[in-house]
């Protein structure tokens, strides 16, 4: 029988693992026992959300790439898998700083020159702009987004950025640039419904849902690299599935 490793080769999740990342006893009860069974097989590259509060236990838990910024360590880094570089930020306020920029300026860069990468995905837990949830954007994801689409125009590279925050999710691209932004959440907990809000229609979003789920990707390296992505909707308090 197949097992989870070998359909699933790593697992990103842009934040908000635990509600209170500084309570000890959530990252038993709340992230790791209900996650066994995924992750004592498949790989996780998570970056901080608002919610780890910064916690020592997040650093303590997790061994990411040591790649970024001296200071700063496992607050960015990236990673290689096949013909993907993924890059992992932290959008969280005290960290919304210009050396993180340049950091991500510079691996971008070197991103552009490799020939092994195809596409970058990169990762940080605020959006831009939100339309379920107004108030949740930052400012710091919008200087991101402008990185990632000066890359991707002047590399030909197509990239992707996934975020949380709003408890939803949503799914859209930059104009004029092979840049989508995809809000991945959420995987459980409470859900950003339609009407409960200050919410925004805007033209880089092409959907917006309020419901659980989570998106599967599909990448393929060679001559044609390309890659699916897939949302898998797990329904909402009303009809669940």
């Known amino acids: 029988s197949l097992l989870l490793s070998d359909v699933l080769d790593l697992v990103l999740i842009p934040g908000d693992l635990v509600d209170n990342g500084l309570d000890h006893t959530q990252w038993g009860s709340h992230f790791f026992e209900p996650s066994e069974p995924l992750f004592s097989h498949v790989p996780l590259y998570p970056v901080l959300g ?64 490799d020939s092994n990468i195809d596409f970058v ?31 991707t125009s002047n590399c030909g590279k197509p990239s992707i950025h996934f975020f949380g925050h709003t408890h939803g999710y949503s799914r859209g691209q930059s104009i004029n640039h092979q840049h989508a932004m995809v809000n991945v959440a959420t995987a459980g907990g409470a859900i950003d419904y339609w009407g409960e809000w200050l919410q925004e229609d805007y033209p880089e979003y092409m959907v917006s849902q309020d419901e659980w789920g989570f998106v599967i990707l599909e990448v393929e390296a060679g001559l044609d690299p390309q890659f699916t992505l897939k949302r898998i909707s797990r329904g909402d308090d009303y009809v669940p599935m």
């Open 50 to 113: 608002n919610h780890e509060n910064n916690s020592p236990y997040y650093f303590s838990y997790f061994n990411l790439p040591s790649n970024g910024t001296p200071g700063y360590l496992e607050h960015w880094w990236w990673t290689d898998f096949s013909n993907i570089r993924v890059i992992g930020l932290d959008s969280n306020w005290d960290y919304q700083l210009t050396i993180q920029l340049n950091w991500l300026e510079d691996v971008l860069n070197e991103s552009c020159n």
């Open 121 to 151: 995905f990169a990762q940080l837990h605020h959006p831009h702009r939100s339309e379920l949830w107004v108030p949740g954007g930052t400012s710091f994801t919008g200087d991101v987004i402008e990185l990632l689409e000066q890359f």
